[in-house]
């Protein structure tokens, strides 16, 4: 997890090294661009999206035919000090998802937050589709293989005890140079971050910001405030 984030952290710098306001972005961001790679981190996933929550919820095999979606009243998030993060623009698969992630700083409020959801049970379709604009979002799962080679590397690290980033690091450009370099065993930077793509980029957060704030404000108009989370939840503190 630290290995892929500290990595993709480096590369939205790189990309945004024209942009000083989204240049050095919190690193949780990027954290909770590992947990769609399959890394473990303390983060919750969830989704402003009731359709996405269903979609993910019947793919999986129910116990007797009867799926379920978690849903969170919001207002039990803020009182039990979690921290709300939208994901970088260019994964885009978390896009697609509309989704994105909380982090509590101690396993009480993470369990505190596990009793307050509510349990949706209803009838397995695995035929159920998420329609967007008028249009099915085919594959919500969609590959951006420079990421899935990225999260195969820092599992690679990882297994060998490698650890990229420490407290010994003498100065930020020592830091650079060691994660640069081990981006070029995989290929270099990905085209898609790049320098000339960080303008597109900011412009697609602003608006996945824009209608991130739009949809929980349905959401807490319509459903009572509330937070959906396809899946059971399962904290790694």
């Not at 623009?89 to 978390?94: A, C, G, Q």
């Amino acid at each position: 997890m630290n290995n892929f984030a500290a990595m993709l952290k480096n590369a939205s710098d790189y990309c945004f090294a024209n942009d000083s306001g989204r240049q050095n972005l919190a690193i949780e961001l990027f954290v909770g661009a590992a947990q769609h790679y399959r890394l473990s981190t303390p983060m919750m996933d969830w989704t402003t999206d009731p359709c996405v929550a269903v979609a993910f919820a019947a793919d999986y095999d129910p116990k007797e035919h009867l799926s379920v979606v978690y849903a969170l009243p919001m207002f039990r998030a803020v009182q039990h000090n979690a921290t709300f993060y939208l994901p970088p623009p260019f994964v885009e698969r978390l896009y697609l998802q509309r989704g994105f992630f909380i982090e509590t700083k101690e396993k009480k409020d993470d369990e505190a937050l596990q009793e307050s959801c509510i349990r949706i049970l209803f009838k397995e379709d695995k035929a159920f589709k998420v329609i967007r604009n008028g249009a099915e979002i085919a594959d919500l799962m969609k590959p951006l293989p420079a990421l899935d080679a990225l999260a195969l590397h820092a599992k690679e690290l990882a297994k060998n005890g490698t650890q990229l980033i420490n407290d010994d690091m003498k100065t930020p450009e020592e830091a650079d140079r060691i994660l640069t370099d081990e981006w070029n065993k995989i290929g270099g930077i990905p085209d898609f971050l790049q320098p000339d793509m960080g303008e597109q980029h900011a412009e697609a957060w602003r608006e996945y910001i824009l209608e991130m704030i739009e949809r929980i404000s349905h959401l807490r108009t319509v459903c009572g405030q509330l937070l959906l989370c396809p899946w059971s939840i399962k904290i790694d503190h």
